[in-house]
Structures are given as structure tokens and as C-alpha cells.
């Protein structure tokens, strides 16, 4: 069958730049988002989350900021290396409600 | 540990047969979701669940069923398949409506 990253927004960077992955989001009631990363032949895995009342958190080598003003989530990711090539999934959500999940973005790295 | 567990990985149903895909969690999690992924579209949610003996639907319910008899299983059922339902199935499980675990997916080919 098709591979799931057909379709999708590509980002295509150097081993060691850094990229950055964005996101627009729909609901402005949303309050708590995810980024997911989905390497090929696996399920999604959890990477950063950031609730609606920060703008801005960091993990290891990954920095997630969020505009609510106008609705914008984006991943930077420093230094990217071969094994982030995966395709990266924002996710929302409102209260008690499930999680919504963006189309998605593959994120292609060369050496 | 193993996390989440779906079975099988892979199966090829012709037009009408049915089927049931079954997931397994060892985090002791309330929630657990059954997701399809199709290019382009993203992961959209077909049904879940909140607890043992509970069921809900999501986005794309029709054609599927579901059972959660027991808090560690969640049953995806297929009763008359049909070519719009070749996909990959990824089930979930999570403590709250938030930070979800997937399973590696079951690919399903509907000829």
C-alpha cells in the first residue's frame, strides 16, 4: 500500500541544521498540544507537549512555541541528525475531548 | 514491558469477510483508541474507550465495532469488509485524553 508519508509536506534539511516544523491549528478553544514523531513502519511517538498558557518549552535538542494569537504551534529541532527523519504530527486539544491530529510533516534529513 | 501490543501486524480480507483486531496495554491505562491512518489524511479516530466495559465513537465510526470486555484489551471489529477500509490501524492507550501510546499498527488490505 502507499506509504503514509506520501501527500505530505516535506522539509528537507543537512544533518546538523536546524529545522523547524510548523503548525496552524484550528480550535481556539484548544488547550494542550502534543508533537508526535512517526518513523516508518512504527506508531507515533510522544515527543514535547505544551499546555495553552505557555508560549514557549524545551526538551532535549527540541523547542515547541505556541501563538495562540494567531493559532501557530511549530517543533525546532537543533542540530538535526539522520534518525529525526520521520514524519511529525501536531496534535490539539480541548478539555475533555479527544486529541485532534494534523496531516503532518516529513521531515527528510541528508547526511 | 512491553507497551502496546496490536495483532496482527498484517492481514488481506476479501470484500465482505470479517475480522477483529486486537490490542493489548500493560500501563494499567483507563483509555484506550483504535485510529486509522490513510496518506494524506492524517490519524483519525474511530473509536475509544473509557474504561472496562465502556465504548464511544469518534470521527469515523461507521463500518467498525468494539468491544473493551477486559481494562487491557480493546477489540476492533470489521463485520463486512469493504475497500474503503484498506488502511493502517493503530490503537492507543493513555492515562488521561492526553499523551497517547500506539501500537506499531496492523496494516489491513481489503481486496
Known amino acids: 500500500g502507499e506509504s503514509v508519508g506520501l501527500h505530505l509536506p516535506t522539509l528537507s534539511v543537512q544533518e546538523g541544521d536546524n529545522s523547524i516544523i510548523n503548525c496552524a491549528y484550528s480550535?481556539?478553544?484548544?488547550?494542550?498540544f502534543i508533537w508526535y514523531k512517526q518513523e516508518s513502519g512504527k506508531g507515533p511517538q510522544f515527543i514535547i507537549d505544551?499546555?495553552?498558557?505557555?508560549d514557549k518549552r524545551q526538551g532535549q535538542r527540541v523547542t515547541v512555541l505556541l501563538n495562540k494569537t494567531v493559532k501557530h504551534l511549530s517543533l525546532q529541532i537543533a542540530a538535526t541528525q539522520p534518525g529525526d527523519s520521520a514524519v511529525y504530527f501536531c496534535?490539539?486539544?480541548?478539555?475533555?475531548?479527544?486529541?485532534?491530529f494534523g496531516k503532518g510533516t516529513m521531515l527528510l534529513v541528508s547526511p | 514491558n512491553a507497551g502496546v501490543t496490536q495483532t496482527p501486524k498484517f492481514r488481506v480480507l476479501k470484500t465482505g469477510q470479517s475480522m477483529t483486531l486486537l490490542c493489548a496495554q500493560d500501563?494499567?491505562?483507563?483509555?484506550m483508541y483504535w485510529y486509522r491512518q490513510d496518506p494524506g489524511m492524517g490519524l483519525r479516530l474511530i473509536h475509544y474507550?473509557?474504561?472496562?466495559?465502556?465504548?464511544a465513537k469518534g470521527e469515523v465510526p461507521d463500518g467498525y465495532n468494539v468491544s473493551r470486555l477486559k481494562k487491557q484489551n480493546f477489540l476492533l471489529g470489521l463485520e463486512s469488509a469493504a475497500p474503503s477500509q484498506t488502511s493502517v490501524y493503530f490503537c492507543?492507550?493513555?492515562?488521561?485524553?492526553?499523551?497517547?501510546?500506539f501500537g506499531n499498527g496492523t496494516r489491513l488490505t481489503v481486496t
Open positions: 492507543a492507550s493513555s492515562y488521561s485524553y492526553q499523551i497517547l501510546h
Open positions: 480550535n481556539s478553544a484548544s488547550d494542550y
Open positions: 505544551i499546555r495553552s498558557n505557555m
Open positions: 496534535a490539539e486539544i480541548s478539555g475533555y475531548s479527544t486529541l485532534t
Open positions: 500501563m494499567n491505562h483507563e483509555y
Open positions: 474507550s473509557v474504561g472496562e466495559g465502556t465504548t
